[in-house]
């Protein structure tokens, strides 16, 4: 998450959880990991087994090589970001407007792992603007399924993305939420590891979740919250909309 999963907030993530968590880097551009190759650790995080790094980008080049980058510095695991809507991220031809062509998260994902061999996977969307069907959702992931090495995981925030008239925050509550899709795309891939996102505030509900998925992937909680995941490690059955817990 951009300014909330720094490098230092990972480690206060890793003083509560340990390693028990995957946890997600801020979202940087491939071409930063290039200007801040030298330090990448301070720059992105100190590389561990259950800490993946979030790139944005459109070029499969340079995509390529800044996973290249992080590969040799240790990383295990890299991250394409094609669900965020900011203006910024749109003009730079990234994030969700890609959901939009496949074709070219397609070539990204090629391009970019004839270049390592750690796992390349992939947050998306369940759709954006009109765009917005279970027919759309399963061809965009069938589309990468095709290719060479497919992405061994899947992370999908189940709300679809609107590029106009919203602002990132406002789409992280608007339109609502639709956990169905993602479920049903479970049943047609189910050697595909599926992780859901988006409004899991409720160790109850995160449990509900992992009956029909492998995944859960919690944000904005654990921002307000980083001692939400000692709830999750010990089990207990944590309601953060109550105020009685
Ligand atoms: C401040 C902030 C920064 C975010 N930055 C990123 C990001 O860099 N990459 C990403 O995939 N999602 C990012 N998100 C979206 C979250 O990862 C998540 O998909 C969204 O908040 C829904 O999940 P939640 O309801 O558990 O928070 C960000 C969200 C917030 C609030």
Redesign the pocket.
């Known amino acids: ?5 720094t490098p230092n907030f990972l480690e206060l993530l890793h003083i509560i959880s340990g390693e028990r968590h995957v946890y ?4 940087h551009h491939a071409q930063a990991i290039h200007q801040h190759q030298s330090h990448l650790d301070r720059f992105v995080g100190t590389p561990r087994p259950n800490v993946v790094v ?1 790139l ?1 980008g459109s070029d499969p080049k340079i995509m390529a090589t800044a996973t290249r980058l992080l590969e040799d510095y240790g990383y295990s695991e890299v ?1 394409i ?1 094609v ?2 809507p900011s203006a910024n991220v749109q003009h730079g031809n990234f994030g969700a407007v890609l959901m939009k062509t496949p074709d070219i998260i397609a070539d990204i994902l090629e391009e970019m792992n004839k270049m390592v061999s750690i796992p390349v996977t992939v ?1 998306c969307r369940i759709g954006v603007d009109d765009l917005d069907s279970f027919d759309f959702f399963h061809g965009f992931v069938e589309t990468l399924m095709q290719c060479d090495r497919p992405p061994p995981h899947l ?1 999908v ?1 189940a ?1 679809k993305c609107i590029l106009k008239g919203l602002s ?2 406002q789409n ?1 509550s608007i339109p609502p939420l639709n956990y169905q899709r993602v479920y049903e795309l479970a049943k047609l891939y189910p050697n595909l590891p599926i992780t859901i ?5 409720t160790t109850e509900d995160i449990r509900s979740a992992l009956d029909q998925v492998d995944g859960c ?7 307000d919250s980083p001692l939400f995941l000692q709830h999750i490690d010990h089990g207990k059955v944590y309601n953060n909309r109550k105020d009685d817990h």
């Open positions: 998450m951009v300014d909330i999963t997600y880097t801020e979202m979030q944005g991250n970001n669900g965020c947050k992370i925030h709300r990132p925050k992280r996102n988006g409004g899991f505030t992937m919690i944000g904005r909680i654990v921002m």
